[in-house]
């Protein structure tokens, strides 16, 4: 599934590709993509018709075009030119996606045959490109929420990114300290973190030298602080070379792949040599997952429950 650095790609190239443009006309092609919009596919078309969008955003794993309807955005100094900057009511409706395991937001030219597992398409009254939704697995979807725009009622209980400049790094450490769980239980736990997910988790810890069934209580103020130092490191270099792709399944919105796999350090590489001792990364089943560890430099605490 998509974590932080993969949705964050994905929401700058709909900043560029999107914002500012008005939804001519909107066309679901599988109802499973819309199943979260509960009025049903047909409402969730005729909605969109006329809406501005004036922002792309995200927390953590999830993203939303934040909406205007028409005579809510301010009158453009030009006729027949957007505002600069939009300023919509932040009251104002988003429209939210989750990419799920194989979803894809792509910004192609109308002349673009249709993907295999296409969606949802939507056009924009600039003839321009057009914005497609395809999900091989269909595990992702959209829906309109209502007075959505600065934060969908959804995804409210949804913690800060640690990339996020209001993220509270005091409170992470408390939060982190008053758990009895394992540290990557924790890392995983998106109402204390959000955007980490298995293979980041893994990358942060292997960096910070801890195994991933450490204690939360265990751990040292110092020692929480250098995790998420080290979990910040790994998202933005994740980020700056486009995320992490094991496939075709994520792309950014001009379908590119990402090229983290290259640097990553302890995810998917058991056998290979730790990049820091040379001993072989293990692999350890770890809730319906996997995780993996450098057995020397990330020792298995004694005792550990997790």
Known sequence: MPELPEVEVVRRGLERGVVGRTIAKVSVLHPRAVRRHVTGAADFEAALIGQTITAARRRGKYLW????APGDLDTPGVPGELPAPLRPAEDGDALLGHLGMSGQLLVVPPSTPDQTHLRIRFTFTDGGRELRFVDQRTFGGMAIVAGGASLPDPIAHIARDP???LFDDDAFVAGLGARRTGLKRALLDQRLVSG????YADEALWAAGLHYARGTDTLRRSEARGLLAEVRAVLTAALEAGGTSFDQLYVS?????GLFERELAAYGREGAPCRRCASQIRRDAFMNRSSFTCPTCQPRPRGGRW
Do not use: K
């Not at 980490?196 to 293979?199: L, S």
């Open 163 to 165: 990339l996020d400049p």
């Open 65 to 68: 075009l934040a909406l205007a």
């Open 196 to 199: 980490i997910g298995n293979i």
């Open 253 to 257: 919105t001009e379908g590119v792949s």
